[in-house]
């Protein structure tokens, strides 16, 4: 299964980077200077049906049950040659996107959070957000300022409506990520996990270029917990891999319109990976594909990669 699940506490902005996501690959289809370095079409259809129509950022409401969201995603070469046929493929993709106060409650309390612990524990993927902006003790955080006042910690409300927004010390978001490492530990899977510093069009321009290691570090880290550390750590256990980005869904004060930042790069590698692997795992069947196997992933055309900082 190609499950690509998301975790984040509420408001981190998991569906907005769906939807933009989706959106940016729109962009891809017709922004002339995208299309002139990328020989592919990207599209992504629900259910094998419909090809999907990505709303505006302000239409993302918090989300109120769990969402299994299955994708076709199609890489299609504009042109027909060996190595574009050899880079073009079908996805089916299963997007997981639960409440933010699930994916934080199953830390502490797994029983009651099951189906959502099993539905992240067991994806191939994981996307992790890290949002600076609820952190409580980040000074001169202003939009952290102004949520800690809702600050509300929801048990009783766990299967119905929207959670309220909270925030955390930087202490209280490196307990969870602590957790959801054990959980990790707990179920051993092949996985890939791109961790994502979200919002970076509220830090100002330039910050999308910045290394995202260095705003984990600066941002998450205290003196006497490692966060990044702790993230690293996550890829020392066997067949799991992790990368870091830095990424935003829109710019600050434009509402009506998409301009995410990065947003591609994380789906991006995952996709990529899982067309290595189906090539790799086609070319095994025969001897034959497997003397020519190099060759192969040779031809093969990376999805296109943040700019080298
Ligand atoms: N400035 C900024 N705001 C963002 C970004 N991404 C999301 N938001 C805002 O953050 C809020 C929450 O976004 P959602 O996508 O609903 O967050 P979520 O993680 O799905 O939240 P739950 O479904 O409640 O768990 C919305 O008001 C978004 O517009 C971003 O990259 N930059
Ligand atoms: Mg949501």
């Known amino acids: 299964m190609n499950d690509i699940a998301l975790w984040g506490p509420t408001g981190s902005g998991k569906t907005s980077m769906l939807y933009a996501f989706g959106a940016r690959m729109v962009e891809y289809e017709n922004d002339p200077e995208l299309m002139q370095n990328n020989y592919f079409s990207y599209q992504i259809y629900e259910s094998g049906t419909r090809l999907l129509d990505f709303k505006s950022p302000r239409h993302v409401e918090a989300t109120s049950e769990p969402s299994i969201i299955n994708w076709d995603f199609v890489r299609r070469a504009r042109q027909n040659e060996p190595k574009f046929r050899i880079s073009s493929h079908y996805h089916r993709i299963t997007m997981v996107d639960d409440r933010g106060l699930a994916t934080v409650n199953m830390l502490s309390d797994p029983e009651a959070y099951r189906p959502t612990l099993e539905n992240i524990a067991q994806a191939s993927s994981v996307v992790i957000l890290l949002d600076y902006t609820l952190l409580s003790d980040t000074q001169n955080n202003q939009a952290a300022a102004e949520r800690s006042s809702e600050q509300q910690n929801d048990a009783s409300n766990q299967n119905s409506s929207p959670s309220p927004k909270r925030t955390f010390s930087k202490k209280e978001y490196y307990l969870m ?12 899977k092949p996985r890939k996990i791109a961790v994502c510093f979200t919002k970076v069009d509220n ?14 570090r600066s941002y998450f880290n205290t003196q006497t917990r490692n966060m990044l550390g702790l993230l690293n750590s996550l890829g020392d256990q066997s067949r799991t891999e992790i990368r870091y980005y830095c990424v935003s869904t829109r710019i600050r004060g434009d509402e009506d319109n998409w301009a995410p930042l990065n947003i591609e790069y994380p789906y991006f590698w995952i996709l ?38």
């Open 203 to 216: 830090l100002g321009a330039g910050f999308d270029q910045m290394e995202p290691e260095r705003l984990i």
């Open 177 to 188: 990520i602590q957790q959801l490492a054990g959980i990790f530990k707990q179920y051993v």
């Open 272 to 309: 990529g990976s899982l067309e290595e692997e189906k090539i790799t795992a086609a070319a095994n069947k025969s001897l034959f594909g497997r003397l020519f196997l190099n060759q192969r992933l040779n031809y093969y055309i990376p999805y296109p990669q943040p700019k080298p900082r």
